[in-house]
Structures are given as C-alpha cells and as structure tokens.
C-alpha cells in the first residue's frame, strides 16, 4: 500500500531544531503536492507547512513563519520540514500527507483532499 513515513522528531529544548523528513513507499512523489500537519494533545490537526511538486510554490501558518523551511528532492522521494526556534508549544504529533495533482505548483490546504498519511513523528519541546 502506498504511504508516507515520517522521521526526525525527538525530545529538544526551547530554542531547538529539527529536521523532519517525509519519504514515499510504494510511489513516487513526483506529482504529488506535500503538506505538513501537527495534533498536539487534546487539540485537533492543523495545517503547518506546503510544498507543490515543483518545489516552485510553499507556504507556511503563520505561528511558524520565519523558523520553518519546506522542500524537496523528487529524485530521493523525499521531504523535509526543518523547524527553528522550537518551542513547548510546538510539541505535537508531525504528520506529512501527499496528495495527487496535475498542476506542478498547487498546494492543498483541506486535509480532507489527501491521499497518503504516514504515522506521523513526535516532537517534544521541553527543557
């Protein structure tokens, strides 16, 4: 079955960063846009990051603009999302999701139109 799995989450102190990745089993990312999703606890997913597969259009929420970066190798099937600047309220769930698209440079921001979902990757902010 096609999937996305997630890596790169662990515990770091306030002021830390990541480097979460996204890889594809089972397809190719190419042609797929990418979206980065976080649940913490107790509280619903929401959207953090986008990438179309061009890697020509990202966009990010506004609570991590500034310390987040988006992009892509198509090549290596893979994504990145590096976070800066962690902090405990960024402690969540990460969850990369792809969705199909004939436009190289569309984004999704409805969770509800993807196709793949990984397990998703914890990050802990805490010092």
């Known amino acids: 079955q096609p999937h996305v799995v997630e890596s790169g989450g662990g515990l770091v102190q306030p002021g830390g960063s990541l480097t979460l990745s996204c890889a594809a089993s089972?397809?190719?990312?190419?042609?797929?846009?990418i979206g980065w999703f976080r649940q913490a606890p107790g509280k619903e997913r929401e959207g953090v990051s986008w990438?179309?597969?061009?890697?020509?259009?990202?966009y990010y929420k506004e609570f991590v603009k500034g310390r987040a970066t988006i992009s892509r190798n198509n090549a290596a099937n893979t994504v990145w999302l590096r976070l800066d600047g962690l902090q405990p309220e960024d402690t969540a769930v990460y969850y990369c999701?792809?969705?199909?698209?004939?436009?190289?440079?569309?984004?999704?921001?409805?969770?509800?139109?993807?196709?793949?979902w990984g397990q998703g990757t914890q990050v802990t902010v805490s010092g």
């Open positions: 089972g397809f190719t990312l190419e042609n797929y846009a």
């Open positions: 990438i179309s597969w061009s890697s020509k259009t990202t």
């Open positions: 999701a792809a969705v199909y698209s004939a436009y190289p440079d569309y984004i999704e921001g409805d969770q509800r139109h993807y196709d793949y």
